[in-house]
């Protein structure tokens, strides 16, 4: 099935604004994107940030007409200054598998790698994760995930038990099996990313390792390592229920953290833990420490 995508640039106050206007005009989906190269990071829990220009893009099916949602559209918002309107025709495909033509192997420390399906290899000494990342967040392309992945290929988790504590794809917790982890408890608050870390255990041939929990569904238990890849506000206000996942002399892995959040987040860690100095990547850091 084929649909109309129409788009066009706004202010970030009338976005909104727009967004609802066309899905009041049929819109089967609004989304939000840059039209500029400025960032914009963790929002406040229940704030939606979005850009000083914004694009909104807007699907429609292909009984809609174009040129009247333009005309509605402008006339709506005759006092603001719409720029770069386009719409076209976007030909159905699977999304997720378009995505994955794109996503090319990548090594992580020595003996870690990660494969797209399809494009798994063989090295000697090293060991392949095959991962669909699907709707789930987590393909190892974020400085975030890498630098947790990279953090598994550099320790020693052989025997351990691991939680990965918001485990979107599963790809820490696969990957922490894979490299000889005895298994690991994946923690997720959305159903979809524990259906993609299934799906990903059954491709890496690790289900009967991996178990799967909504939060309300997990019962806690200190394990040797936990891995928690989520952003700085939530690792901050769990910090205490984080903290007693881990046993004493158990490792503790924390990203999901901008560089000038790394202080803040570490004052909730450090009374409990040796933490070791920020591993920073673009504007990401990973905090590693041990349990006192």
């Known amino acids: 099935m084929a649909w109309h995508q129409i788009s066009v640039i706004s202010d970030a106050n009338t976005a909104a604004d727009i967004s609802d206007f066309l899905s009041e005009l049929g819109a089967v989906s609004v989304t939000f994107m840059n039209a500029d190269a400025e960032p914009v990071y963790e929002p406040n829990i229940g704030e939606t940030k979005i850009w000083g220009r914004t694009k909104t893009i807007a699907l429609y ?25 386009h719409a076209e025709i976007l030909q159905d495909q699977t999304w997720e598998r378009a995505w994955m033509e794109h996503f090319q192997p990548m090594q992580f420390g020595e003996r870690l790698w990660v494969y797209p399906s399809g494009q798994e290899q063989s090295i000697p000494g090293t060991v392949s994760l095959i991962l669909d990342p699907g709707l789930a967040f987590g393909s190892g392309t974020h400085p975030t995930t890498a630098l947790c992945l990279e953090w598994l290929a550099k320790n020693d988790v052989s025997g351990k038990t691991v939680i990965d504590f918001g485990c979107g794809s ?6 922490a099996v894979l490299l000889g982890a005895k298994e690991a408890h994946a923690i997720d608050i959305d159903p979809q990313a524990l259906t993609a870390t299934l799906d990903n255990a059954q491709k890496n041939e690790v289900s009967a390792k991996i178990k799967t929990y909504l939060p309300e569904q997990f019962t806690s238990f200190a394990a040797d390592v936990v891995l928690a890849n989520i952003l700085a506000q939530p690792l901050i206000e769990l910090s205490d ?26 004052k909730c860690y450090q009374a409990r833990f040796i933490i070791s100095d920020a591993v920073i990547q673009d504007d990401w850091c990973r905090l590693d420490g041990v349990k006192k």
């Open 241 to 266: 229920n984080i903290s007693n996942l881990v046993r004493p002399q158990g490792q503790l892995v924390l990203s999901g953290v901008l560089k000038e959040q790394a202080d803040e987040v570490c």
């Open 170 to 175: 599963g790809i820490l917790a696969v990957a």
């Open 61 to 85: 099916e292909l009984d809609a007409t174009p040129e009247i949602i333009k005309t509605l559209l402008f006339q709506q918002f005759a006092e603001h200054a719409l720029q770069d309107w």
